[in-house]
């Protein structure tokens, strides 16, 4: 119970924070949280220490994360993708109002994007982009090949650049 413990204290945050980035709402993410905490610590005996007990537990958390956002659907009660102010910081005090809109409109356009993206490809460019895995841990963690977390990056990046090009060219 207290190797489990130590595990959640040392890695809650980044669970978190990666779950409330695929899922798109901070109740989602507590959720998704606590259902991959659950599994885990009823698995955890099964344990068998191939990987680090952080990388699977972040698996476990990854993969409530992905399955909750699946859930989710399409349609008016989907969740909205994650605010980026709230997972990057606030923008600084010295920031003009024009900067802040624009900086606004920006988020809202990258929010809408990341919507785009399937599941997997939001898991693997959130992974890559946001948490700075390697494409080969990437893979680990999602269960499937190293070149096939390189596409799915690949595909999300190719998604997102479309979209803000799209937004930007204003129709």
């Known amino acids: 119970m207290d190797a489990f413990?130590?595990?959640v204290e040392r890695h809650g945050p980044q669970l978190y924070r990666l779950a409330?980035?695929?899922?798109?709402?901070?109740?989602d993410a507590r959720d998704a949280v606590q259902e991959g905490l659950l599994r885990a610590y009823r698995?955890?005996?099964a344990f068998e220490g191939r990987s680090d007990a952080g990388t699977w537990l972040y698996r476990i958390v990854l993969n409530c994360s992905i399955d909750m956002h699946r859930a989710a659907g399409t349609g008016p009660n989907k969740p909205a993708a994650a605010p980026l102010a709230t997972l990057q910081g606030?923008?600084?005090a010295s920031a003009s109002p024009e900067r802040l809109a624009a900086s606004a409109e920006t988020q809202r356009h990258i929010e809408a994007?990341?919507?785009q993206l399937t599941p997997l490809e939001r898991a693997a460019f959130t992974l890559r982009h946001f948490e700075g895995q390697a494409t080969?841990?990437?893979g680990r963690l999602l269960g499937i090949r190293g070149n096939a977390a390189r596409q799915h990056v690949f595909r999300a990046v190719r998604k997102l650049r479309a979209a803000l090009a799209f937004q930007r060219s204003g129709q």
């Open 5 to 7: 413990t130590a595990l």
């Open 20 to 27: 409330y980035r695929l899922t798109g709402n901070e109740q």
């Open 43 to 45: 698995g955890f005996d």
């Open 90 to 92: 606030l923008p600084a």
């Open 113 to 115: 994007a990341l919507e």
């Open 136 to 138: 080969d841990d990437i």
